[in-house]
């Protein structure tokens, strides 16, 4: 039911930064973003907890990613620095909703995502 809306997304070239955005159209709790990048999986890159705000990383986001949420309620942002190329992916932001804190479950609504592309 909780409609999710990335924003920030674009073309840049390595080394360059983005800020990508992400408003809620309910209530959430955790948040986090996955990205798929071309020919792989879906991968986690971070995540916020509700509870405490302790944050977490992927292996190949730690250090150059940060996670944070808005004062607003419910949005939150990735700040990506010194991309590179491997970063090229589409991102999707994610939420755990009411259901899901119900189940003690966490992802339960996922955006449409976001293409990010890095040349070199």
């Known amino acids: 039911q909780v409609e999710l809306v990335e924003s920030g997304g674009g073309s840049v070239q390595t080394g360059d930064s983005l800020r990508l955005s992400c408003v809620a159209s309910?209530?959430?709790?955790?948040m986090g973003w996955f990205r798929q990048r071309p020919g792989k999986d879906r991968e986690f890159v971070a995540a916020?907890?509700?509870?405490?705000?302790?944050?977490y990383y992927g292996d190949r986001a730690r250090g150059r990613f940060t996670i944070s949420r808005g004062d607003a309620g419910n949005t939150q942002n990735l700040q990506m620095t010194n991309l590179t190329p491997e970063d090229t992916a589409v991102y999707y932001c994610?939420?755990?909703?009411?259901?899901?804190?119900?189940?003690?479950?966490?992802?339960?609504?996922w955006g449409q995502g976001t293409q990010v592309t890095v040349s070199s």
């Open positions: 994610v939420a755990q909703v009411v259901e899901t804190v119900r189940r003690g479950e966490l992802f339960g609504a």
């Open positions: 309910g209530r959430t709790f955790t």
């Open positions: 916020i907890r509700w509870s405490d705000g302790e944050t």
